[in-house]
């Protein structure tokens, strides 16, 4: 019963959420454009299943990846498990947290790859150009910058380096590839650093910094806990743009080769032919004599 009335709850302030959105699209259709909404029995009923999905996804994140993230952030970075059998730590080491990093990066691959707002991206992308951008490698690709983004950022964390050293010289990089990356590949590079710090994504990234910077010694929740979703939105831009340089140096490196066959097979012939020409002219010489 509890479990029902909850759900009453978030799906009438789901509702309430998404009014606006609604009012100003049927205010522009209606008052602006002034044409009916096609379909509108399909319409309507589309725009119920998607208030009853998120109003589900909004509390099984509550029921779930909430207290998932913040568990599992304080199993990690708890004293007695990285030091076993001392309740305070009185050394930090960051090698003392790898476990910390291959959970901050597992986490951030696999909530990346089942990020919602990720997945319509990457389907229309792939729509629009035709095939030439692969959906499933641009996902795997966002996810890989995540998972990097959210390891360096716990490192950051455990080590207590001041977070713009990281930031300002992440988007040096992300400055530089900008002029050698494909142009067509550019404007998704940099939405993927936005959809990847969605619903999915931000409750168990934001649970674990403030968990691993609450039981660290000398760290603040406030200060140090908070600033992973900048990583992860920063690293998939990075990650995008590479994956782009890649797959254009390996595309010229195969046009490269197939010209170099071409070459060979074309003098290959020439050769042939100037055989042919000279034996021709040979027996032409032998004839006349």
Same mark, same amino acid.
């Given at each position: 019963?509890?479990?029902?009335?909850?759900?009453?709850?978030?799906?009438?302030?789901?509702? !309430?959420?998404?009014?606006?959105?609604?009012? @100003?699209? *049927? &205010?522009?259709?209606?008052? #602006?454009?002034?044409? =009916? +909404?096609?379909?509108?029995?399909?319409?309507?009923?589309?725009?119920?299943?998607?208030?009853?999905?998120?109003?589900?996804?909004?509390?099984?994140?509550?029921?779930?990846?909430?207290?998932?993230?913040?568990?599992?952030?304080?199993?990690?970075?708890?004293?007695?498990?990285?030091?076993?059998?001392?309740?305070?730590?009185?050394?930090?080491?960051?090698?003392?947290?790898?476990?910390?990093?291959?959970?901050?990066?597992?986490?951030?691959?696999?909530?990346?790859?089942?990020?919602?707002?990720?997945?319509?991206?990457?389907?229309?992308?792939?729509?629009?150009?035709?095939?030439?951008?692969?959906?499933?490698?641009?996902?795997?690709? !966002?996810?890989?910058?995540?998972?990097?983004? @959210?390891? *360096? &950022?716990?490192?950051?964390? #455990?080590?207590?380096? =001041? +977070?713009?050293?990281?930031?300002?010289?992440?988007?040096?990089?992300?400055?530089?590839?900008?002029?050698?990356?494909?142009?067509?590949?550019?404007?998704?590079?940099?939405?993927?650093?936005?959809?990847?710090?969605?619903?999915?994504?931000?409750?168990?990234?934001?649970a674990l910094g403030l968990g691993l910077a609450s039981t660290i010694p000398g760290r603040?929740?406030?200060?140090?806990?908070?600033?992973?979703?900048?990583?992860?939105?920063?690293?998939?831009?990075?990650?995008?743009?590479?994956?782009?340089?890649?797959?254009?140096?390996?595309?010229?490196?195969?046009?490269?080769?197939?010209?170099?066959?071409?070459?060979?097979?074309?003098?290959?012939?020439?050769?042939?032919?100037?055989?042919?020409?000279?034996?021709?002219?040979?027996?032409?010489?032998?004839?006349?004599?």
């Amino acid at each position: 019963m509890d479990l029902i009335f909850e759900f009453l709850t978030t799906l009438k302030n789901t509702v !309430v959420d998404v009014l606006p959105i609604l009012s @100003i699209i *049927l &205010g522009f259709q209606l008052l #602006v454009i002034r044409k =009916p +909404i096609p379909h509108i029995k399909q319409v309507g009923f589309g725009f119920i299943y998607v208030l009853i999905g998120l109003a589900l996804f909004l509390l099984g994140l509550e029921k779930a990846l909430f207290p998932l993230g913040k568990m599992m952030a304080a199993q990690l970075t708890a004293p007695e498990f990285i030091h076993a059998g001392e309740q305070v730590l009185t050394t930090i080491h960051w090698t003392d947290y790898k476990w910390v990093y291959v959970f901050a990066a597992a986490i951030g691959f696999s909530t990346t790859i089942a990020e919602p707002s990720l997945i319509a991206v990457a389907i229309k992308a792939e729509e629009v150009s035709g095939g030439a951008i692969n959906a499933n490698s641009l996902r795997i690709a !966002v996810a890989i910058g995540v998972a990097v983004g @959210i390891a *360096l &950022g716990s490192y950051r964390i #455990v080590v207590g380096h =001041p +977070i713009h050293y990281y930031i300002i010289a992440g988007y040096v990089v992300v400055v530089i590839q900008t002029f050698y990356c494909p142009k067509l590949i550019m404007p998704l590079a940099y939405d993927s650093g936005g959809v990847t710090t969605s619903t999915v994504t931000v409750p168990l990234v934001a649970a674990l910094g403030l968990g691993l910077a609450s039981t660290i010694p000398g760290r603040s929740p406030l200060i140090d806990g908070f600033g992973l979703i900048a990583f992860a939105s920063l690293f998939p831009i990075i990650a995008v743009m590479a994956y782009a340089q890649l797959t254009e140096a390996r595309a010229h490196r195969a046009e490269q080769k197939e010209e170099k066959r071409n070459q060979i097979k074309q003098d290959k012939q020439n050769k042939r032919n100037l055989n042919q020409k000279q034996q021709d002219s040979l027996k032409e010489s032998i004839e006349d004599k």
